[in-house]
């Protein structure tokens, strides 16, 4: 069944994700009175003669983005022009772009004289089926990527899944990994209902992705509400992602992040049938029939390091006791956490990983 919206309920304030299937609702956006737009500077490349050439050109920040630029200086810069605005309390910031974008102008909008409000439309796959809920905004500082960072959701969220195609291949793939991984979360019926939208995704089919993304953010959405500032039941969602992290920086970044998370959770799968949680039958299934179909990425020239991997694993943040924290799956998809994984156990993972790609 194809959604208007959802309503997410946060303890902060309730917000809505909006799916749009036309372009009218940027019309609705840019008469929002003391409102300014902050745009993705590729985002504002392709887009600034069609989709957004109706924003007045004086409401507009352009901000090129990347990783080494989600930072507070970045925020500081925005600081500087806003403030030429002369804003009041009843600014109203609007984002246009990524999930690091997002992460930019949430943590902007949540400082700015304490907060005000901000309206987030997603436009790359990661952000429109995972980051633009669960109201994390995040910078990085120095080499420790997402240390600082604020809980604040937008009021409300424009998904328009033409923007996708736009996108790189890369960044669409790293976006398919995450969506892998939530409907592995989301149970048995929805990893076999993924299966068979896969031939769609990979084809760019709109009705496969549009489907998709709307199940991504209800099984997300069963995890945030009930655990929005990540104490239990959200940490979960780092399933692939704690030998995926190690994975993205032992390879120096050369794996994109969602691509990364995808050779975690084959990792993490590997170790939960190693401690008898998942059967060697369902192992092979989700790997033969999910991830390896999923992980497109060429690793001719991405050497995957086992030791640095390890090391990197060891300064996971969320490491709380001696051992390595993991997150797996077992045979029910139910999800299970540990803390006390082993260097060797972890290593002895990522050996059988190496067969498979
Ligand atoms: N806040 C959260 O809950 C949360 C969750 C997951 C990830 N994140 C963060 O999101 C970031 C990754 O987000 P992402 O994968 O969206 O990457 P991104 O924001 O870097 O976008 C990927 C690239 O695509 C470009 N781009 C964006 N939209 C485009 C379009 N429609 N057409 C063409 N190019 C476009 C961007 O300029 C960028 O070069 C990471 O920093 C990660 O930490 C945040």
Sequence with gaps: MRLKSLLIKSNLQNYQANFV?????IYGLKDIPNSIFIVDSKVWEYYKDNLLACIKKDRIIVLSVSEERKTLETVQELYDQIMEYSPRKNLCLI?????????IAGFLASTLYRGVSWIFVPTTLVAQADSCIGAKTSLNYKKFKNLIGTFYPPSSIYIYPEFLKTQLKQDFYSGVGEMAKLHLMGGKKDTLNFIEALFGINNLDNKSIIET?????LIKQSYIEEDEFDSGKRNMLNYGHCFGHAIESSTNFEIS????????????????????LLSAENERFLRAKVLIPVFKTNMQNIKLNIEETVAAMAHD???TGDGLALVMIDDNYEMIKITDMSKNEASESLKELENFI
Excluded at 257 to 276: E, F, P
């Design 95 to 103: 984002a246009v772009g990524g999930g690091i974008l997002q992460d």
């Design 213 to 217: 993304v709307q199940r991504c953010l």
């Design 21 to 25: 299937d036309n372009n009218s609702f």
């Design 317 to 319: 943040k969320k490491n």
């Design 257 to 276: 992040h969602g691509q990364a998370v995808v050779l975690g959770m084959i990792a993490a799968n590997i170790s939960a049938h190693k401690r008898g």
